[in-house]
């Protein structure tokens, strides 16, 4: 951004020049934060000042993927191949999991590992796990499926647990909504305490060493933790129809 003559902030939107008087963004902070750090400069997990956001599906026979033994690209177009049998998508690039932790619409981003497979998607950005589209829940070659996913900028995290295609457990919090969902069997990385909307972060990060042994946002990093910058994802978008 850049300052204008008025004291005001001189922003660009989607190509649109605008201004934000400093008297506006004092009186509207909360608001003016949640629209502006929405717009990000890539779709990737973690911007300076805001933190970690995700949207991952983990699918495994139990316990977390290896994620330090990657399988061949070839496994992940088979992969999406599966997702959308109808739809070629096209391989644009590997990438960090860092930068591909959030996914938007028409895009996502598949690991295949030894053990389990590591998507992020934007279909995993659910305030409800329990409508997470059905194409997920037809792989039967695995038979727990997790869904986590945090937004740091509105602390929201919501958590969803399948087994055989059945639903098991299904959390969401946020400071809106409080504790939106609190169904089934709670999960071991819970820590035996009731769910509650200012526990999100904790949850989130413990959701993230439970299910993918990855470090979460500002916590200590513990024995046997997968650094995110040694995981790469592949990344497939839907074509785009000539206009």
Known sequence: STRNSSGGSGLVWHGIPFSLNAELISAWR??????????????????????????????????????RRPLDVSDAQA???????????????????????????????????????????????????????????????????????????SNMFAYGRWQAGEMVRCLSVNPVAGVRRDWGEPSVFEGGKPVSEDRWLELSNAALESSLQLDGDAVSRFPGYVDWEDVVLHVFARPVSPA
């Open 30 to 67: 909360p608001v003016v934060k949640l629209t502006i750090s929405g717009v990000q400069p890539h779709w990737g997990g973690y911007s300076a000042g805001m933190g970690l956001s995700f949207d991952f599906l983990v699918f495994s026979n139990g316990g977390a993927p290896a994620l």
């Open 79 to 153: 992969f999406v191949r599966r997702l959308y049998p109808r739809t070629a998508y096209e391989h644009i690039e590997t990438a960090r999991l860092l930068e591909v932790a959030r996914q938007p619409r028409g895009r996502i981003a598949i690991g295949v590992f030894a053990g389990g497979v590591l998507v992020a998607t934007k279909d995993a950005h659910l305030y409800d796990p329990d409508t997470l589209h059905r194409r997920y829940l037809r792989l039967k070659e695995w038979t727990e499926l997790q869904l986590l996913t945090s937004a740091s900028v």
